[in-house]
C-alpha cells in the first residue's frame, strides 16, 4: 500500500478559481525569483526549506528512540506549548490519529484557563505521566504557566529525581530558562532550530517528537515532504500556482481565504494554515484574512454566507479522496439514504456544494490528497510552506517574520507589573 | 449567590469601537420602526421574540420531567442535529458544564464523518443510551443519517419496545417523517415551532430539553432573556447600540466581525453567533462575515494578522468577568509568574490585547458577562438574537430567512440520485 500510495501525489485544481493558466503565468518571473531567494538560503529563517532533505539521520534516530522510551513510560503525555510549538504537532496527530498502544496524548500552555488545566490534573492524576516543554526562549507565558504547573504535579507525584526523568524538552540549543534547566537537572532534549520560525517548524524536533510518540510514522512524513520539494521547474511547482492564484484573487477583492474540508479530523490542520499564512502574511497592512470551515457541518450555519452573502471570499478546499473508515447507512434510513455509504454521501455534499458555490460566481481552489497518511501530511505541510513563503513575498512582505506579536505581550506585562 | 448576581446585566462598551454615541443615534429612527415591527408580531418568524415571556408554563414542566427521566434512565445522551438543531444547545452545554450526577452529552449527525460516528458508537456501546432526534423536516441528511445508524444501534441492543422508550423527538408540531414515526412508535416528543427559525430556537424545547438534560437550571436562562426584553427604550436598548456599531463599522470598511474570548468554554457560542449572524445577514451580497478567535490561544496564531495585517475587520470581544476555578501559579514559574493567579494573568492579556489593538487603530467592541451561569446563558442569548435581527433589518435584508441553504442541498442530491 506504501508503494501504491507514492504513485500519486498531492495535486490543486485551479479550474474553479475564476483565474486562467495565463494569469497564473503573469507572476512567473517573480515566482522564478522567490524560487532562487529560498533555495539560496540567502534569506533568514529558510531552514525549512531543505530540512527534509537536509535532516541528520543521528537525530531522527535520537527522536524515534526518545519517542519509543516514552511510548514505554507512560500512559499520558503531556505537550506544552502555543502557537508554533503546538498547532503542527496536533495538526499531525489529530488526523493520523493516535496509536492505541502507546500513551494518550494531552495539550496544555495553549490557553491560560485555570479550568482548562484543572480538568487535565484532574484527568491524568492517577496516570503514568511524561510531560515535554516546547518553547524556544522558555519566556512564552502560557507555556511557562502550564509547565510550571505540571513540574508541580510531576514533582509530587514521583520526587525530584523520577520527575526529571518524565520532563522533555524542546528548546534553544544554547540559550533561555529551558536550556539551561534542562542542563542543571538533566531532562532529556531537542533543539528548536534557529534558522527556522515556529510557524514552519513542524517536521523538526518540535512537531516530530510528539507525532512519533503517538506512534506515527515521521520517516514516511519527511518522505512526503521531500516528494513535494522535487517540483523545481515553474510549471510543475504547484505551491507557485497556488500562491499566484492567491494574490490574484486578492487583487480581485477576495479578501478572505476560507480553509475548507469535509473530515473532522483535519480542523487543527486548518488551524495551523491560519497560524501559517495569517502571521506570515498579516504586516505593513496586508495579507488574505484566513478563516476555517468545517463541512458539512458548517454548511448549516455559513451555507447561507457562503452561497449569497457579501462576496469578498474566496475558497481553498482540502478535499481527501480516500477516506479509511465507512459505514453502510440502516435500511431505516428510507429509500433516498438507507443502503448508501456515508463517504459516499459526504461526497455528494463535496460536489454538491462545488457545484452550487460555482453557479453563484464563488472562487473555488481544490487541493486533492489521495488518503490521511503520515506521507501526505508531509506532503501537505511543506506544499503550504512553500505556498505562503510565495505568496508572502509576492504580497511584497517578509513572510518569516512576525514584527507585531510583542505588542499585547509588552502591554499585558505592564498590567502584571513585570518590567517586558 | 442568584439574587446578587441578578443585579448586574450584560453590558456593551462601545468606547474603542471608533464611533460617538452622536453615530449610533443616526440609526435611532430605523431601530425604533425595526423594534416595533418585531414586537407587533407582523413579521414572520419572529415567535422567538417573547418567546421567554410566553412561554407556555406546562410545556416547560414536561421538559423538566423529561429530563429528569433521561437523567435516571442513562448514561450516555445523544444529541442528533445539526445548525440551529445543534450549535445553541451545545454551546450552552459546553459553556456551563455538564452536571457530573447525569448522563455524559454526545452528539451525532453534525456531520457526516463515518469516523467519527464509528468512534461515537465505539465509545457509547457498553452504556444505559438514550438519543434524541431534533429535525423539524425530518428529511435533513445528516440528522438522518444518524438517527438512522443509532436508533438501528438501539433496537439491537434493546429490541424495538425499549428501544422506542429511549427515543425522544423534537419536530414539527404534525408533519414530516420524524412526526409520523413518533406518533406510530410512541416516542415522548416536543415541537419545534413553526414561527421559529433554527438559528433562534436555543430557548425553545430545542435547546431547552438536551440542556436541563445536561442538569442546567433552564429557568433561570428564560430568567436571563426576560431581562434583557425588559430594555424598552431606545436609550437602554443595547442590543439596538451593538447593532447600530455593526452596520456602522461595515460602512467604513470592516467587513469581518471576529467574536473573541477569552474563556475556551465559550467556543461553541462562537460557533453559534456564527451561524446567528452569517445566516440572518449573509443574503443579497450583503452581510458582516463572522469569525471567531479563541484568546489566547488564538493571539499566538492570528495575533500578527490582527495587530498589522489588512485592517477590514473589527473586533467583538465576549468578556467573563468573574471565571469560577483559579489555579496559584507555583513558585517553580520565577518572579514574573509565580504566585499570579492563572485569571490575573488571563485578564492581563485581556488588557494588553486591549491596549495594543488601540493603539493600532482596531475597533473593538466589548461584550462584558458578569460571570458563567445559565442566567447570563440566557442573557447572553436573547441579547444576540435581537442585535442580530436589528442589525439584519439595517442591511435591508430579511434575517428571518435563508433562502440560499437549498441550493448545494439540491445539487447533491442530484450526486445522489435522488429526486428532491
Known amino acids: 500500500m506504501k508503494d501504491k500510495n507514492k504513485s500519486k501525489n498531492l495535486r490543486i485544481n485551479l479550474a ?3 483565474l486562467s493558466w495565463n494569469n497564473i503565468e503573469e507572476k512567473k ?9 529560498l533555495l539560496s538560503g540567502e534569506a533568514s529563517f529558510t531552514g525549512w526549506v531543505d530540512l527534509p532533505e537536509s535532516f541528520d539521520k543521528e537525530e531522527i534516530e535520537r527522536i524515534k528512540s526518545t519517542a519509543e522510551e516514552i511510548r514505554a513510560k507512560c500512559d499520558a503525555f503531556v505537550v506544552i506549548g502555543i502557537g508554533g510549538s503546538y498547532l503542527g504537532a496536533r495538526a499531525a496527530i489529530e488526523m493520523l490519529g493516535e496509536n492505541s498502544t502507546g500513551p494518550k496524548i494531552y495539550y496544555a500552555g495553549q490557553n491560560i484557563s485555570a479550568a482548562y488545566h484543572l480538568e487535565l490534573i484532574e484527568e491524568i492524576k ?15 507565558t502560557e507555556s511557562a504557566v502550564a509547565f510550571a ?27 533561555g530558562v529551558i536550556r539551561e534547566e534542562a542542563r542543571r537537572r538533566g531532562y532529556v532534549s531537542f533543539v528548536v532550530p534557529d534558522d527556522i520560525g515556529g510557524r ?3 517536521l523538526s524536533a518540535v512537531g516530530l517528537l510528539p507525532i512519533a510518540v503517538a506512534g506515527i510514522d515521521i520517516e514516511m512524513m519527511l518522505d512526503g515532504a521531500r516528494e513535494i520539494a522535487k517540483n523545481n521547474s515553474f510549471e510543475s511547482d504547484i505551491a507557485a500556482h497556488y500562491a499566484a492564484a492567491r494574490i490574484l484573487l486578492f487583487d480581485i477583492g477576495k479578501h478572505i481565504e476560507i480553509f475548507e474540508s469535509y473530515e473532522p479530523r483535519l480542523f487543527y490542520f486548518l488551524e495551523w494554515l491560519k497560524q501559517l ?7 505593513e497592512g496586508k495579507g488574505v484574512f484566513p478563516a476555517s470551515l468545517q463541512f458539512s457541518t458548517d454548511l448549516h450555519s455559513m451555507g447561507q454566507f457562503l452561497q449569497e452573502g457579501h462576496q469578498i471570499f474566496f475558497e481553498t478546499v482540502i478535499n481527501i479522496e480516500n477516506p479509511q473508515s465507512d459505514i453502510i447507512v440502516p435500511r431505516n434510513a428510507g429509500q433516498a439514504l438507507g443502503g448508501a455509504s456515508m463517504n459516499d454521501i459526504n461526497r455528494a455534499a463535496f460536489l454538491g456544494v462545488m ?9 473555488i481552489i481544490t487541493i486533492d490528497i489521495p488518503e490521511l497518511t503520515s506521507y501526505y501530511f508531509g506532503q501537505m505541510v511543506y506544499f503550504f510552506e512553500c505556498a505562503c513563503a510565495f505568496s508572502g513575498y509576492l504580497f511584497g512582505v517578509n513572510p518569516f517574520d512576525q514584527p507585531g506579536v510583542e505588542a499585547y505581550k509588552s502591554e499585558m506585562l505592564k498590567v502584571l507589573g513585570v518590567k517586558g
Chains 1, 2 share one sequence.
Open 126 to 140: 492517577e496516570k503514568e505521566v511524561c510531560i515535554c516543554i516546547i518553547s524556544k526562549s522558555g519566556t512564552t
Open 29 to 37: 518571473s517573480d515566482l522564478v525569483k522567490i524560487k532562487q531567494l
Open 200 to 202: 514552519y517548524s513542524v
Open 277 to 283: 499564512f495569517g502571521e506570515s502574511e498579516g504586516k
Open 16 to 18: 474553479d478559481s475564476a
Open 149 to 175: 504547573i505540571l513540574k508541580d504535579f510531576l514533582i509530587r507525584k514521583y520526587g525530584e529525581t523520577e520527575a526529571n526523568r518524565r520532563i522533555f524538552a524542546i528548546t534553544d540549543k544554547d540559550k
Open 355 to 363: 457545484e452550487a458555490h460555482r453557479k453563484a460566481g464563488i472562487p
